[in-house]
């Protein structure tokens, strides 16, 4: 019966349900994820963005451009592994906005460089990092880099073909990652309050300020050369 409803109709359900709901009954059949995963179309993103503001309060951003409602809310609430490994130990997961990314510990010190690796080692001159979303540092890691970041960063500066318009790039690339800063701080403040309850996030802090890390030699970043960078 449930496959045969009107699309209306379903419309009209869909306005009721959580997200977590949503998720689950578009894993029921095609025309379900058709409607609730697969389609950008306003409907969608309107469905969802309605169980969005019904049911998660505490997520008063839109998701960031170039992601879609449903995309959004996965990622904010639903998403229970590590994104790249499948890893399911909460205390190892989490959440960094600034790359996209909620994950264990070993894939982001697999897809990252530190800011001493990225200056000693890949020869990166200081005046490019502004031009980049780093991970703030903690008593747990470095400042972290994405290494996909830094690569077609470099890529696009090394178009550029004179001083005027390199000063041009930076100072506008750096001013864009200022400005994003204190939003992905905010998704990950947000995130953070709909995945933890009080307890949990007292213990991460603590977990955070006081345990030493599992892979400190990671994060210093996979061993490559200036030459192979630039
Ligand atoms: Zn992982």
Known sequence: ?????????????????????????????????????????????????????????????????????????YMMVLIQRCMFCEEEDRWKLAMHFEFRMYCC??????????????????????????????????????????????????????KLTNDKERKIWINEKSQRMAKLKDTNREYNNQHDIGRYDHNERLERLFRTLHMSTDYPYMFRGRRCTSREIW
């Open 105 to 158: 510990q070993r894939c982001l010190a697999e897809r990252t460089v530190s800011r001493d690796t990225l200056i000693k080692e890949w020869e990166i001159p200081i005046y490019l990092l502004p031009c980049m979303q780093p991970l703030t540092a903690n008593a747990q890691r470095p400042q972290l880099f994405l290494m996909k970041e830094v690569k077609s960063l470099l890529k696009n500066y090394k």
């Open 1 to 73: 019966m449930a496959s045969q409803l009107p699309f209306e109709l379903l419309i009209e359900i869909c306005s009721y349900l959580s997200p977590i709901d949503l998720y689950s009954l578009s894993m029921i059949c095609k025309r379900y994820r058709k409607l609730l995963w697969l389609n950008k179309s306003a409907t969608t993103q309107s469905i969802w963005r309605t169980a969005r503001h019904k049911f998660m309060p505490h997520i008063t951003l839109p998701p960031p451009d170039g992601m879609s409602e449903q995309q959004f809310i």
